[in-house]
C-alpha cells in the first residue's frame, strides 16, 4: 500500500474513530458458541465492516477490550496485531484493496475454542469402525463436505455442520442439542454399527454427551463447520416402484457405474465383495429360499401376506433389498411405508433423494449381468476404463507415507496427466482425492484432481488422472492422497524433474 493511501485510510478512520467508538466497543458480543470466525471481524458480529476497523484501533490505541481471539483481528494474516491490521481492513473496505484471507484449520480451531488433539481423536473416530462392532465407520454412510460435491453417493446424508440441524432421524429426535444429536448417534452404533460390550452380557452400551469419544467426535464436527444451523431432513424411504424384470431403458452398463459410485463402498468395485459386505455376483447362501422373510405385512394385522423367494436373481429381492434394507425391531425410528417392513439387516436403506427409481433399475439390471457372467464362467463384469495412453515422464516422485497406507510413484506426464504408479492405499478416510498443490505454499491452497478414492483399496495399481486445464504446471510440484472433507494429507510426493 503507497503512503498516500495509507494517509486516506488512517484519515477516514480518525473522522469516525470518535463517533462510532463507543458503540462498537460496548455493542460488540463475543464469538458465538459454534459461530464460523471470520478474519477481520474483529467485533466478532459475522461480518467485515468499518465497527471491525474501530474496535481493533480501540483495543491497540485505547484500552478498549480485546477480540474473543487473535487470528479474527490479524487481517493481514501477518500473526501480529498492530496498526497495519485495521489498514488493510479499510483499504478492502473502501479502497478496493485485498480481501482479508480465510482463516487456517488451527486459527479456526483456536478461534472455536476446539483442542486440536481432540479434533484428531475425532477424525479418526468418524473414519474408523468400533473394535466393538462391525466394519461399518461414520464414513461409510456419511460424508463431511456437501452431498452435491461428493463424488460417492452414500446412503446416509452429509453430516457437515448437521451439530445445527433442529431436528435428527428425519425428526424422530426432535430439539436441537447435544441431547439429540448423541440419541442420533447411538442409533446408528446399535443398528447399523451393530456395537455391543466386549464383556457379558454384551448388551448394547450408548453414549452420553460427556462420554470422551462422543465429544472427541463432536470437537471434529465443530472444527469443519461453516455455519451454525442446517435444515431439517426429511427422510423418505420408498416402496420399490416396480416389480418384475427390470424395464428394456434400464441400463446394466449405466447401473455399473453407478454401483462404482455408490454400492462399491461396502460390495467392492465390480460387487466382487470386500471385508464390509459379500460378493453379490456368486452363489450365496443369500440366495436359498428364506421362508421367514416377509417383504409386506397387513398394516392393521401385521399378518404376512407376501413371502418371496430372498435370491439375489429375483429382481423384486435386489430391489427389496436396495429400497428396505435396514433394522427391524419394535424400537426402530425410521418411517416405513404402510404395509412393508425394513429386512431387519444393517445394510442401510436408500431413500427417494438419494437413488431415483430408474437408477434402482439400472443396479438391478447390473447385478443380473454381472451374476449372469459368473455363471458362464466369463471375466466379472468391468465398466471401468483401463488407463488412457500415455506419455513421457515430465516430473517424478516417491509417497510419503503418513496415513491409510498411501504409497507408490506420482508422475507427471507430458500428455498433461498424473499418473500414480505401483500405487497403495487402503481406501479409508472420508472423501479422498488426489491433490496437486506448491511446496512452496500452504496444502490446503491446492486443487483436488479425478475421482473421489474413498472405499476402493488399491494394491500396486496404476491410476491416470487428467491435470485440469486451467492448471499451469508451474502452479504446483507436489502430489498428495488428500481427505478432502477433513483437509487431512494421507501421503504426498515431491515432483523433481526426471533427466
Given at each position: 500500500m503507497?503512503?498516500?493511501m495509507i494517509q486516506v485510510v488512517?484519515?477516514?478512520?480518525?473522522?469516525?474513530?470518535?463517533?462510532?467508538?463507543?458503540i462498537a466497543v460496548a455493542a460488540a458480543p463475543a464469538v458465538a458458541r459454534g459461530a464460523t470466525p471470520i478474519r477481520g471481524d474483529s467485533d466478532s458480529n459475522g461480518r467485515l465492516e468499518l465497527t471491525d476497523a474501530i474496535f481493533s484501533l480501540s483495543f491497540l490505541f485505547l484500552g478498549g477490550r480485546g477480540p474473543a481471539c487473535t487470528p479474527i483481528?490479524?487481517?493481514n494474516g501477518d500473526g501480529t496485531l498492530n496498526l497495519s491490521d485495521a489498514i488493510h481492513l479499510l483499504s478492502y473496505l473502501f479502497l478496493g484493496g485485498p480481501e482479508p484471507g480465510p482463516l487456517s484449520q488451527g486459527e479456526l480451531n483456536e478461534c472455536l475454542g476446539i483442542d486440536p488433539e481432540a479434533v484428531a481423536r475425532g477424525m479418526k473416530e468418524y473414519e474408523s469402525a468400533d473394535p466393538d462392532g462391525n466394519f461399518f465407520s461414520c464414513a461409510t454412510?456419511?460424508?463431511?463436505?456437501?452431498?452435491?460435491?461428493?463424488?460417492v453417493i452414500r446412503p446416509g446424508h452429509s453430516l457437515l455442520?448437521?451439530?445445527?440441524?433442529?431436528?435428527?432421524?428425519?425428526?424422530?429426535?426432535g430439539g436441537p442439542g447435544l441431547e439429540s444429536y448423541v440419541s442420533a448417534a447411538n442409533v446408528c452404533r446399535n443398528d447399523w454399527m451393530a456395537i455391543s460390550s466386549s464383556t457379558p452380557p454384551f448388551d448394547f452400551v450408548p453414549w452420553t454427551v460427556e462420554a470422551p469419544r462422543f465429544t472427541d467426535l463432536v470437537a471434529f464436527m465443530k472444527s469443519l463447520q461453516t455455519r451454525d444451523s442446517e435444515p431439517a431432513l426429511d427422510i423418505q424411504i420408498v416402496a420399490p416402484a416396480r416389480t418384475g424384470p427390470p424395464p428394456a431403458s434400464a441400463s446394466g452398463e449405466r447401473g455399473c457405474e453407478l454401483f462404482n459410485r455408490s454400492c462399491m463402498v461396502c460390495h467392492g468395485v465390480g460387487a466382487v465383495g470386500n471385508q464390509i459386505a459379500p460378493s453379490l455376483v456368486e452363489q450365496l447362501p443369500l440366495c436359498e429360499n428364506d421362508p421367514n422373510l416377509c417383504r409386506r405385512k397387513d398394516p392393521v394385522t401385521s399378518a404376512c401376506f407376501e413371502i418371496t423367494q430372498a435370491c439375489l436373481d429375483d429382481p423384486d429381492y435386489v430391489r427389496y433389498r436396495i429400497r428396505l434394507s435396514g433394522p427391524d425391531h419394535p424400537d426402530q425410528v425410521y418411517k416405513v411405508p404402510p404395509g412393508f417392513q425394513l429386512a431387519g439387516s444393517v445394510m442401510p436403506f436408500w431413500t427417494a433423494d438419494k437413488l431415483s427409481d430408474d437408477q434402482v433399475e439400472d443396479l438391478v439390471a447390473f447385478v443380473a449381468?454381472?451374476?449372469q457372467a459368473f455363471r458362464e464362467g466369463k471375466p466379472t463384469f468391468d465398466c471401468t476404463q483401463e488407463p488412457p495412453a500415455e506419455g513421457k515422464v515430465l516430473r517424478r516422485g516417491s509417497?510419503?507415507?503418513?496415513?491409510?497406507?498411501?504409497?507408490?510413484v506420482a508422475e507427471e506426464l507430458d500428455t498433461r496427466k498424473i499418473r500414480l504408479r505401483d500405487f497403495n492405499y487402503d481406501g479409508g478416510g472420508i472423501s479422498v482425492k488426489v491433490w496437486l498443490y506448491s511446496s512452496a505454499g500452504n496444502i490446503r491452497g491446492g486443487r483436488a484432481i479425478g475421482p473421489?478414492?474413498?472405499?476402493?483399496?488399491?494394491?500396486n495399481a496404476t491410476l491416470v488422472i487428467d491435470i485440469p486445464a486451467d492448471l499451469p504446471s508451474d502452479q504446483f510440484d507436489s502430489v498428495s492422497i488428500w481427505c478432502v472433507s477433513a483437509k487431512q494429507d494421507f501421503g504426498h510426493a515431491l515432483l523433481e524433474a526426471v533427466p
Amino acid at each position: 500500500m503507497s503512503l498516500s493511501m495509507i494517509q486516506v485510510v488512517s484519515s477516514r478512520a480518525s473522522l469516525v474513530l470518535p463517533v462510532a467508538l463507543a458503540i462498537a466497543v460496548a455493542a460488540a458480543p463475543a464469538v458465538a458458541r459454534g459461530a464460523t470466525p471470520i478474519r477481520g471481524d474483529s467485533d466478532s458480529n459475522g461480518r467485515l465492516e468499518l465497527t471491525d476497523a474501530i474496535f481493533s484501533l480501540s483495543f491497540l490505541f485505547l484500552g478498549g477490550r480485546g477480540p474473543a481471539c487473535t487470528p479474527i483481528a490479524d487481517s493481514n494474516g501477518d500473526g501480529t496485531l498492530n496498526l497495519s491490521d485495521a489498514i488493510h481492513l479499510l483499504s478492502y473496505l473502501f479502497l478496493g484493496g485485498p480481501e482479508p484471507g480465510p482463516l487456517s484449520q488451527g486459527e479456526l480451531n483456536e478461534c472455536l475454542g476446539i483442542d486440536p488433539e481432540a479434533v484428531a481423536r475425532g477424525m479418526k473416530e468418524y473414519e474408523s469402525a468400533d473394535p466393538d462392532g462391525n466394519f461399518f465407520s461414520c464414513a461409510t454412510c456419511h460424508s463431511m463436505s456437501p452431498d452435491s460435491e461428493s463424488d460417492v453417493i452414500r446412503p446416509g446424508h452429509s453430516l457437515l455442520n448437521s451439530l445445527g440441524r433442529p431436528s435428527y432421524k428425519g425428526a424422530a429426535f426432535g430439539g436441537p442439542g447435544l441431547e439429540s444429536y448423541v440419541s442420533a448417534a447411538n442409533v446408528c452404533r446399535n443398528d447399523w454399527m451393530a456395537i455391543s460390550s466386549s464383556t457379558p452380557p454384551f448388551d448394547f452400551v450408548p453414549w452420553t454427551v460427556e462420554a470422551p469419544r462422543f465429544t472427541d467426535l463432536v470437537a471434529f464436527m465443530k472444527s469443519l463447520q461453516t455455519r451454525d444451523s442446517e435444515p431439517a431432513l426429511d427422510i423418505q424411504i420408498v416402496a420399490p416402484a416396480r416389480t418384475g424384470p427390470p424395464p428394456a431403458s434400464a441400463s446394466g452398463e449405466r447401473g455399473c457405474e453407478l454401483f462404482n459410485r455408490s454400492c462399491m463402498v461396502c460390495h467392492g468395485v465390480g460387487a466382487v465383495g470386500n471385508q464390509i459386505a459379500p460378493s453379490l455376483v456368486e452363489q450365496l447362501p443369500l440366495c436359498e429360499n428364506d421362508p421367514n422373510l416377509c417383504r409386506r405385512k397387513d398394516p392393521v394385522t401385521s399378518a404376512c401376506f407376501e413371502i418371496t423367494q430372498a435370491c439375489l436373481d429375483d429382481p423384486d429381492y435386489v430391489r427389496y433389498r436396495i429400497r428396505l434394507s435396514g433394522p427391524d425391531h419394535p424400537d426402530q425410528v425410521y418411517k416405513v411405508p404402510p404395509g412393508f417392513q425394513l429386512a431387519g439387516s444393517v445394510m442401510p436403506f436408500w431413500t427417494a433423494d438419494k437413488l431415483s427409481d430408474d437408477q434402482v433399475e439400472d443396479l438391478v439390471a447390473f447385478v443380473a449381468l454381472a451374476r449372469q457372467a459368473f455363471r458362464e464362467g466369463k471375466p466379472t463384469f468391468d465398466c471401468t476404463q483401463e488407463p488412457p495412453a500415455e506419455g513421457k515422464v515430465l516430473r517424478r516422485g516417491s509417497f510419503v507415507r503418513l496415513f491409510h497406507n498411501v504409497s507408490g510413484v506420482a508422475e507427471e506426464l507430458d500428455t498433461r496427466k498424473i499418473r500414480l504408479r505401483d500405487f497403495n492405499y487402503d481406501g479409508g478416510g472420508i472423501s479422498v482425492k488426489v491433490w496437486l498443490y506448491s511446496s512452496a505454499g500452504n496444502i490446503r491452497g491446492g486443487r483436488a484432481i479425478g475421482p473421489d478414492l474413498f472405499g476402493q483399496p488399491q494394491t500396486n495399481a496404476t491410476l491416470v488422472i487428467d491435470i485440469p486445464a486451467d492448471l499451469p504446471s508451474d502452479q504446483f510440484d507436489s502430489v498428495s492422497i488428500w481427505c478432502v472433507s477433513a483437509k487431512q494429507d494421507f501421503g504426498h510426493a515431491l515432483l523433481e524433474a526426471v533427466p
